[in-house]
């Protein structure tokens, strides 16, 4: 089976860079997937690692450390626009399903 | 290109009742899965499909169940609606199984059981 912890709210000033951290326990492993959510709406997909390092797309970031069962998505330039929830997801082996982390709500402010 | 489209949008129900939510997926893309999203929790797995066939399935009750057509677009009911079964109710779509796809969501469907 699997588990994904993360935060469940966290506060950032508009402009600034917020670190979102994600750990997981797996009996496998294919993959660590990173989702924005805004409220009433339907995920997006924001990003995925595979492999251990850091896979940057634009004001956004995300990184992997197998090893260590971690991961965190890092947002840089914050804008209030990006106040969402964050969804960290993680794949054990081949295509199967999805195991989501209750989200992170994270709320820009001025 | 049209992204994963739900129907309905929206309903309410009563207890009891039995409901039907429909998903088509990105034109290509032959895997479909199915989310229940609590408020203010992460998307929880229900079924997987692939070419029609049954890939997975979670830990819901046999009130849950699904199929996928051969135009790969697919349904999912749900018998004897309790209240906890209120939820948005998500269809993701990928290209294909057996190697890490990205999911795509589509809008969900909320679904209210009073």
Excluded at chain 1, 16 to 32: D, K
Excluded at chain 1, 36 to 51: I, K, M, R
Excluded at chain 1, 68 to 74: A, D, I, M, V
Excluded at chain 1, 96 to 106: A, C, N, S, Y
Aim: proline share 4%.
């Amino acid at each position: 089976g699997q588990n994904i912890d993360q935060p469940t709210e966290m506060t950032a000033t508009e402009g600034a860079i917020v670190q979102i951290n994600c750990t997981y326990q797996t009996s496998g492993f294919n993959g660590l997937f990173w989702y924005q959510q805004h409220a009433g709406e339907a995920p997006t997909f924001l990003s995925y690692n595979v492999l251990d390092g850091l896979e940057e797309k634009g004001r956004f970031s995300s990184f992997l450390s197998r090893s260590k069962g971690y991961s965190y998505l890092l947002l840089k330039e914050l804008q209030m626009k990006d106040s969402a929830s964050y969804l960290c997801a993680g794949r054990s082996e081949g295509n199967t399903p999805l195991v989501f982390g209750k989200g992170t709500r994270l709320s820009v402010i001025a | 290109d049209a992204g994963v489209t739900q129907s309905p949008t929206h309903l309410i129900k009563t207890r009891g009742q039995q409901v039907t939510l429909r998903c088509s997926p990105i034109s290509g893309h032959k895997s479909v899965s199915w989310y229940q999203q609590v408020l203010g929790q992460g998307p929880q797995f229900i079924f997987q499909y692939y070419e029609k066939e049954e890939r997975g399935r979670g830990n819901f009750p046999d009130r849950f169940s699904a199929r996928q057509f051969p135009n790969y677009s697919s349904e999912l009911n749900v018998n004897a609606l309790l209240l906890g079964d209120s939820a948005l109710y998500l269809c993701a779509s990928s290209l294909d199984s057996g190697v890490a796809y990205e999911q795509y969501f589509g809008p969900g469907t909320r679904l209210t059981v009073t």
